[in-house]
């Protein structure tokens, strides 16, 4: 810990840049949005399926724009591009906030998402894992904790500024702290002259091909196991409700020991950086989900009430390495210069995992496949993908570093 302190404080400028960031992409993120559900089901005369599946639609549409937007970093600089997403973001808070009708929220939805989970954070982890590609995991463990924090912050900022307000001025409000947050962040990214990695090419010019990603067997081998903690987490959550009757816990011994999940968090973020720089994300990637595996397995086998801190807690470290063990591997599988092709890519595949375990999970209740059930595929299901994590090979050496 003493080392990480050492490198935060010597890399204070850059690090609260990407922290900042990771903070304000929280205008994007359902954790916030789903602040404002009730006055946006009574506003557009929505019920909770309609205002979802508004949602769902702006989510998918976003994460197959990341999937193209997110590589246009490569072709200017880290200042510029971060304008850009702001100007995106504020026009989504701006379109949330002036909608009108249905449609009009939907596509306030889809700015939203693209601009804030998807391009801010995609903005945030970029910059920073290539201005440490050595010490990728300790940097993006210290950004994170911007969101952590905002997630402590913003629910009750926003709560009372929309009560007072009313929930069309908030997001306006919104938008102004946005652009002062971000403001602020700017003055802590370094002014040095920066080049952009790439350049568009001139009019009849040949294109460069470059190898699919999806026939890189590395990255094959590696998706199934960094796509299972957001499926798995949301699902869970999501249906936190139904996991609760089930198992005879009351909700509000649950709510309480989510306070335990999001210090975990926390304290996740700062201890495993240096350790995934130390082990090498290759080498951490078949094991970061072990905490997930006893969390499953303690769902599977019993319903005693000390099960919940046991679950939310293995949960809060597995989700924690998880945020910013992919990007790590990412410099380390293909190099900083290709991160921008690699992140929006794998991002979008996140995004859509993440909706469709809801989804998913639901269907299988509908066909009376109890929670506890489902924490059993969920662990024969990390079991067998981190199995195959452990076949990835890396032809240049590991400490290309």
Same mark, same amino acid.
């Given at each position: 810990?003493?080392?990480?302190?050492?490198?935060?404080?010597?890399?204070?400028?850059?690090?609260?840049?990407?922290?900042?960031?990771?903070?304000?992409?929280?205008?994007?993120?359902?954790?916030?949005?789903?602040?404002?559900?009730?006055?946006?089901?009574?506003?557009?005369?929505?019920?909770?399926?309609?205002?979802?599946?508004?949602?769902?639609?702006?989510?998918?549409?976003?994460?197959?724009?990341?999937?193209?937007?997110?590589?246009?970093?490569?072709?200017? @600089?880290? #200042?510029? /591009?971060? &304008?850009?997403?702001?100007?995106? $973001?504020?026009?989504?808070? *701006?379109?949330? +906030?002036? %909608? !009108?009708?249905?449609?009009?929220?939907?596509?306030?939805?889809?700015?939203?998402?693209?601009?804030?989970?998807?391009?801010?954070?995609?903005?945030?982890?970029?910059? @920073?894992? #290539?201005? /440490?590609? &050595?010490?990728?995991?300790?940097? $993006?463990?210290?950004?994170? *904790?911007?969101? +952590?924090? %905002? !997630?402590?912050?913003?629910?009750?900022?926003?709560?009372?500024?929309?009560?007072?307000?009313?929930?069309?001025?908030?997001?306006?409000?919104?938008?102004?702290?946005?652009?002062?947050?971000?403001?602020?962040?700017?003055?802590?990214?370094?002014?040095?002259?920066?080049?952009?990695?790439?350049?568009?090419?001139?009019?009849?010019?040949?294109?460069?091909?470059?190898?699919?990603?999806?026939?890189?067997?590395?990255?094959?081998?590696?998706?199934?196991?960094?796509?299972?903690?957001?499926?798995?987490?949301?699902?869970?959550?999501?249906?936190?409700?139904?996991?609760?009757?089930?198992?005879?816990?009351?909700?509000?011994?649950?709510?309480?020991?989510?306070?335990?999940?999001?210090?975990?968090?926390?304290?996740?973020?700062?201890?495993?950086?240096?350790?995934?720089?130390?082990?090498?994300?290759?080498?951490?990637?078949?094991?970061?989900?072990?905490?997930?595996?006893?969390?499953?397995?303690?769902?599977?086998?019993?319903?005693?009430?000390?099960?919940?801190?046991?679950?939310?807690?293995?949960?809060?470290?597995?989700?924690?390495?998880?945020?910013?063990?992919?990007?790590?591997?990412?410099?380390?599988?293909?190099?900083?210069?290709?991160?921008?092709?690699?992140?929006?890519?794998?991002?979008?595949?996140?995004?859509?995992?993440?909706?469709?375990?809801?989804?998913?999970?639901?269907?299988?209740?509908?066909?009376?496949?109890?929670?506890?059930?489902?924490?059993?595929?969920?662990?024969?299901?990390?079991?067998?993908?981190?199995?195959?994590?452990?076949?990835?090979?890396?032809?240049?050496?590991?400490?290309?570093?």
């Amino acid at each position: 810990m003493r080392q990480l302190f050492r490198f935060m404080f010597q890399h204070g400028s850059h690090l609260l840049f990407g922290a900042i960031l990771m903070a304000m992409s929280s205008f994007g993120q359902t954790y916030f949005v789903s602040l404002y559900g009730q006055h946006l089901r009574q506003a557009f005369g929505l019920s909770d399926g309609g205002l979802g599946g508004l949602y769902a639609i702006g989510t998918v549409m976003s994460a197959i724009t990341l999937n193209w937007a997110g590589r246009l970093i490569d072709y200017t @600089t880290t #200042r510029r /591009f971060t &304008l850009i997403v702001t100007a995106l $973001l504020v026009t989504a808070c *701006l379109l949330v +906030s002036g %909608a !009108q009708a249905a449609w009009m929220l939907c596509i306030g939805f889809y700015f939203l998402r693209l601009g804030g989970q998807g391009l801010m954070v995609h903005t945030a982890l970029t910059a @920073t894992a #290539r201005q /440490f590609p &050595l010490d990728a995991g300790k940097a $993006l463990g210290a950004i994170a *904790l911007g969101l +952590s924090l %905002a !997630q402590a912050v913003f629910p009750v900022m926003a709560v009372q500024i929309s009560h007072v307000t009313g929930w069309r001025v908030a997001w306006l409000i919104n938008a102004g702290i946005l652009v002062a947050g971000v403001g602020v962040a700017m003055m802590f990214l370094p002014r040095g002259r920066e080049a952009p990695l790439r350049t568009f090419r001139k009019r009849g010019e040949k294109k460069v091909r470059e190898a699919s990603l999806w026939k890189n067997r590395n990255l094959l081998l590696a998706l199934p196991v960094v796509l299972a903690s957001p499926f798995i987490t949301t699902g869970f959550f999501f249906h936190q409700v139904r996991l609760a009757g089930e198992k005879g816990w009351s909700l509000s011994w649950m709510a309480a020991w989510f306070i335990a999940y999001a210090v975990t968090q926390a304290i996740s973020l700062l201890s495993f950086g240096p350790v995934i720089d130390r082990l090498t994300p290759r080498r951490l990637l078949p094991w970061f989900l072990m905490p997930q595996a006893a969390a499953m397995l303690a769902l599977w086998l019993s319903s005693s009430q000390w099960v919940t801190p046991f679950y939310l807690i293995m949960t809060g470290i597995s989700s924690a390495i998880a945020s910013t063990l992919a990007t790590a591997l990412w410099v380390q599988l293909f190099g900083p210069e290709q991160l921008a092709r690699v992140r929006p890519a794998v991002e979008a595949g996140t995004v859509i995992a993440s909706g469709a375990s809801p989804v998913i999970m639901g269907v299988l209740i509908d066909h009376h496949v109890p929670m506890r059930m489902q924490a059993l595929f969920c662990l024969i299901y990390i079991l067998g993908s981190s199995l195959l994590a452990t076949r990835i090979r890396i032809s240049l050496p590991e400490n290309r570093r």
